[in-house]
């Protein structure tokens, strides 16, 4: 205690000093951080949806649309490839979650067979056969092409994912900041979104698919053959949303996507002054741009967003330059939405609203100020109890120690940025009330080891010595159990479990090693002949 270690006092000093740089901008009203120098951190802590309130949504990956998807995809596959091989058939259709078709030339048909077996469909693991699809034999030359159970699983489980990390880029550009997006099950996702006040706008940018094609328009067919149903196998009939027309027939073509986007603006046109989305394209989306209107001069496309034609102009002359513009119904809110969806990414499983909840900023200032009273009792009745046990010095120190402890719990959580919920005020009551354990444990080792016949160096050296093994302990199955809540649990419980598992480290710090440096100066300042807890 005598010859305590320069670094431990360095130590603690540059502990303290952090702890309260972080914490300050925490009190500091928004101007006054604004203010402060460069050098100064202006991060504070960031209040989750129970506590700044917001909007929580529940999404569901729409399995069945997937499938669907999926499959018209591969059976335009299907199609191409059969033409290459000269492969005659007919009754191409996606029904009841697969693929059916019928060889017209019974000699072709163990050569269709074995076409698709050997091209359609990729490599994977766990699956049966190690295929993606099955393909089987039926009567009247019949093929059925459906997925294999466990490899659509794993495609569903890679969609989540996927949809999880594009909602999160979408999110972020609507300026929300720390989004708890998590998943839940086996395709759901759970969107927690404080500070957001309007779930609709939530929901419209986090919901959309915003898949974008460029496709050409075909204007050959009759509206005597549309009304009549009868639109060519390599057409598809589309709703409008520009106002010229209800619908329109485009080529199932895609030339140009949305994955050849490099860039995506909300601004106005030169002209008109209208909001508009200027847009621009990488290497490969350029060139497939500008070779379209260079052939197609004269002639309609379509600017398709989720199976929708938002605009359909007519290109009077080619585009090069691998940038181009969407002209709709715009709204300045509206082309800065869909700007932050292309930017953002389509989402690659389409998904439906499960459950929505909506908690109003006045409830979380009520939870924000019931936890502050919660918290202001608890400190006020540990301080009572450490005074009245162990008197103003030695309970004095521990709670000098409680306050480093508690601004370098605050500290941490504003440097890392961690989200603070309710469960994580909690958990922050508990580990300051929780702290003061450690000092009881030395303290009442002291009083052990001076009834034993010890002297007062010796005594308070042998109750930090002797008391460290129990409060590792102690603290140790804290840590895993806030690190067994952190892996396997999710929301508030994540939240109450990172609180608890930081202020596990710092309790250990700042019960042991402040307190120590701390009585180390007392005890070579006042040179004691007693120890007042004795």
Do not use: C
């Amino acid at each position: 205690m005598m010859n305590l270690a320069r670094w431990k006092v360095i130590l603690v000093l540059l502990a303290t000093i952090f702890g309260l740089l972080f914490t300050l901008p925490n009190v500091l009203p928004a101007k006054v951080r604004d203010s402060l120098p460069a050098f100064m951190p202006k991060s504070t802590l960031h209040l989750g949806l129970d506590l700044q309130g917001g909007s929580d949504l529940l999404y569901s990956v729409d399995t069945v649309a997937l499938r669907n998807e999926r499959l018209t995809n591969m059976a335009e596959d299907v199609r191409t490839t059969f033409r290459d091989k000269e492969i005659a058939f007919t009754d191409l259709a996606v029904t009841n979650g697969e693929i059916g078709l019928r060889v017209t030339d019974p000699s072709q048909y163990s050569t269709a067979l074995n076409v698709l077996r050997q091209s359609i469909g990729a490599a994977i693991p766990g699956a049966p056969g190690g295929r993606e699809v099955s393909v089987s034999s039926g009567d009247n030359q019949r093929i059925r092409i459906a997925f294999v159970p466990e490899a659509f699983d794993a495609d569903v489980s890679k969609a989540v994912d996927q949809n999880i990390e594009v909602i999160r880029r979408r999110i972020d550009q609507m300026g929300t900041k720390e989004p708890d997006i998590s998943r839940r099950g086996k395709d759901r996702i759970d969107i927690q979104a404080a500070g957001e006040s309007d779930p609709e706008r939530l929901k419209t940018v986090i919901g959309q698919t915003a898949k974008l094609s460029f496709q050409l328009l075909d204007e050959t067919v009759s509206q005597q053959d549309l009304a009549s149903g009868r639109v060519p196998p390599g057409d598809e009939l589309l709703q409008s949303t520009d106002g010229s027309a209800a619908s329109y027939l485009v080529k199932k073509r895609q030339i140009v996507t949305g994955e050849m986007l490099t860039n995506a603006q909300s601004t106005f046109d030169s002209q008109t002054n209208q909001p508009v989305v200027s847009l621009r394209f990488n290497g490969i989306g350029g060139r497939k741009f500008g070779d379209m209107t260079r052939q197609n001069i004269g002639k309609r496309f379509a600017i398709v967003l989720d199976k929708k034609v938002i605009s359909a102009p007519v290109i009077e002359s080619a585009i090069a330059g691998g940038s181009g513009q969407i002209h709709g119904h715009f709204t300045v809110e509206t082309a800065n939405d869909l700007a932050v969806l292309l930017r953002a990414g389509a989402l690659p499983a389409p998904m439906k609203v499960e459950e929505q909840r909506t908690v109003g900023a006045e409830l979380g200032a009520d939870a924000v100020k019931s936890g502050t009273l919660s918290a202001v009792v608890g400190l006020a009745l540990t301080m009572v109890f450490m005074l009245a046990i162990y008197g103003v010095l030695f309970g004095g120190i521990s709670l000098i120690a409680l306050a480093v402890n508690a601004v370098m719990i605050i500290g941490i959580m504003s440097f890392t940025q961690a989200t603070l919920t309710l469960p994580g005020i909690a958990g922050l009551i508990l580990t300051l009330a929780v702290a003061v354990d450690a000092n009881v444990l030395i303290y009442e080792r002291m009083r052990d080891e001076l009834r034993a016949g010890r002297n007062l160096i010796g005594s308070m050296e042998a109750g930090f010595s002797r008391a460290m093994g129990t409060i590792l302990d102690a603290n140790m199955t804290h840590l895993l159990s806030a690190a067994i809540m952190f892996s396997f649990g999710s929301g508030p419980v994540k939240g109450f479990a990172w609180t608890l598992a930081i202020g596990v480290l710092t309790t250990v710090f700042s019960a042991v090693l402040v307190t120590q440096v701390l009585l180390a100066w007392w005890f070579r300042t006042a040179r004691p002949k007693t120890l007042p807890i004795a």
